[in-house]
């Protein structure tokens, strides 16, 4: 499985980005996938995540103004960030992988595939 991110971009802050994570390669519909984040001098960090049961998770400092979604016909996860905040920025990275358990979700050593990261960046 291949990915590609973007939709990343230099926002102001309370202003809204859609990235977009597009597979190839295989199908992801029975996949557990995911967004991490990872600020300069950060470890790299569980932002949201859908189990492979269809369940989803966010962290709580993303909670009531990000959405994950996937699009199984467009092969496609998405998340939907509204209410920036500075703290957000970072570079946005998605993951996938076919045998994470749920409990694993939000642990970036768990998925196999990952894409290449895209910059967001909320300043005014």
């Known amino acids: 499985v291949q990915l590609q991110a973007s939709g990343g971009g230099l926002v102001q802050p309370g202003g809204s980005l859609k990235l977009s994570c597009a597979a190839s390669?295989?199908?992801?519909?029975?996949?557990?996938v995911a967004w991490f984040r990872q600020a300069p001098g950060m470890e790299r960090k569980f932002v949201a995540g859908?189990?492979?049961?269809?369940?989803?998770f966010y962290t709580d400092s993303v909670k009531g103004r990000t959405t994950i979604s996937k699009d199984n016909a467009r092969n496609t996860v998405y998340l939907q960030m509204n209410d920036l905040r500075p703290e957000d920025t970072a570079v946005y990275y998605c993951?996938?992988?076919?045998?994470?358990?749920?409990?694993?979700?939000?642990?970036?050593?768990?998925?196999?595939?990952w894409g290449q990261g895209t910059q967001v960046t909320v300043s005014s």
């Open positions: 859908i189990n492979r049961s269809g369940g989803i």
């Open positions: 390669g295989r199908t992801i519909s029975r996949h557990a």
């Open positions: 993951a996938a992988g076919s045998s994470v358990i749920s409990s694993n979700l939000a642990n970036p050593t768990a998925y196999a595939y």
